[in-house]
């Protein structure tokens, strides 16, 4: 048992290692540089999005059918 957990932790630390080989290889930006890139981003397609500014009743595929009324 005892042979079997110190494989599994070194099998964990090679995963560990490989992830941050990973991400020490990945380009940084700067948070205030990417999070106006993204607001601009998210602005210039609000127009466009269906969340943003709701789906016409004639093309919502989800709007109730009919009504139901209990007398």
């Not at 981003?41 to 269906?50: N, T």
Request: a neutral charge; hydrophobic letters at 25%; glycine letters at 6%.
């Amino acid at each position: 048992f005892q042979n079997d957990l110190s494989e599994t932790k070194g099998k964990d630390t090679l995963k560990v290692f490989e992830q941050l080989r990973k991400e020490v290889k990945l380009q940084r930006q700067q948070v205030s540089k990417c999070s106006e890139e993204i607001k601009n981003y998210i602005e210039e397609r609000s127009g466009e999005d269906p969340l943003a500014k709701g789906i016409p009743e004639d093309k919502n595929p989800f709007k109730e059918k009919g009504s139901c009324i209990i007398s």
